[in-house]
């Protein structure tokens, strides 16, 4: 479709309500940090290492938590996107299960050795296998309803996986995240996100055709990914994503071939990156200015990390459904990866 303003040629295409699931996300953020903060969880004492076990959507906050408070951490933290925990796990490890449907395979895998290892732990879920057996072992947990996602597809609920983890990770003592920063920041997206909307419609526009690469640092590292798994899994497109300072020391030698190029470079650029941040951010859209490759930049008008983070989210989510949306594909769905899971269970 062209036309991104036609609402009846949009439902068409998006049956299961995408859009309406996009356009929520804020109510979905500021429910799960309400709701979390009403849960009677006390901090947690005797840790000495964190691990993060989710797949596809259910680990964007545990990306998102490691680039904004990571540093914060006491104890060395890693994410696991697999079946099985790292040998060091004991009773002495933060174990945190993240898993949308409560189905996911691998999580619970990850949760039963948990529970061998005696290792402490925290769930995030909608329900499934996962909720109850938090309930059963009487583990702190966020259990949502989902009620804001009318989409029911997990990666349109991030409001609830992302504020969630911060959530939980604040009742517990692992972080201390300024609540009033955060609660600011979404009253300021309230604010802006007409603005969002209409720029990704406009991005969407100039990235047809296009093989995506993201580039961020820093605070938004976690968004860099999580944008190139939605363009992956909504607009149904290739891309990759790369860091500063990491792609400075290797990526830039590799955008002189093949020539002419189908890439298009998203710089998630930042008011609030470090100096020398900042400085390599803008010579790394020089050097691929210089290699004839098309270079876009999304800048956030936040006044602080968290607010950064949100505003990128937002847009993220917006423009990868218009990208979808123009390429006439359900955003919803995702065909391959379901004929995948259905090819493994045989």
Request: proline share 4%; aromatic share 8%.
């Amino acid at each position: 479709m062209d036309n991104l303003t036609n609402l009846e040629a949009i439902k068409k295409i998006d049956p299961q309500n995408t859009v309406g699931s996009t356009d929520l996300l804020i109510e979905q953020l500021q429910t799960a940090w309400s709701q979390v903060h009403a849960l009677p969880i006390q901090p947690l004492k005797d840790i000495e290492m964190i691990v993060f076990c989710g797949m596809g959507a259910s680990i964007y906050g545990a990306l998102v938590v490691k680039a904004l408070v990571g540093s914060q951490f006491k104890y060395p933290s890693e994410i696991i996107t697999d079946y099985h925990l790292p040998s060091y796990v004991n009773e002495r490890t933060l174990v945190i299960l993240t898993s949308y449907s409560g189905t996911t395979e691998e999580v619970l895998s990850c949760a039963q050795e948990a529970k061998e290892k005696k290792a402490k732990m925290l769930i995030l879920t909608k329900g499934g296998q996962l909720a109850a057996f938090a309930k059963e072992h009487t583990i702190p947990a966020y259990i949502f309803d989902g009620a804001l996602n009318l989409s029911s597809t997990p990666r349109l609920g991030a409001g609830y996986t992302i504020l969630g983890l911060i959530g939980l990770l604040n009742k517990s003592g692992i972080v201390t995240i300024p609540e009033q920063e955060l609660e600011h920041a979404i009253t300021k997206l309230q604010s802006q996100v007409e603005i969002i909307k209409q720029q990704a419609m406009s991005d969407a526009k100039a990235l047809r055709g296009k093989l995506p690469v993201v580039i961020a640092a820093e605070h938004l590292s976690g968004n860099a990914q999580i944008l190139r798994n939605q363009f992956n899994e909504t607009s149904k497109t290739f891309s990759a994503s790369y860091l500063v300072p990491d792609l400075n020391h290797h990526l830039m030698e590799g955008l002189q071939f093949p020539q002419p190029s189908n890439l298009h470079f998203l710089l998630l650029q930042s008011h609030h990156y470090s100096e020398k941040i900042s400085k390599r951010m803008q010579l790394t859209a020089d050097v691929i200015k210089q290699n004839k490759q098309i270079v876009q930049e999304y800048v956030p008008t936040a006044h602080t990390i968290y607010g950064d983070f949100l505003e990128t989210l937002t847009y993220g989510g917006y423009l990868t459904l218009y990208l979808g949306l123009l390429y006439d594909q359900n955003p919803a769905i995702n065909p391959w990866v379901d004929y995948f899971k259905e090819q493994l269970k045989r």
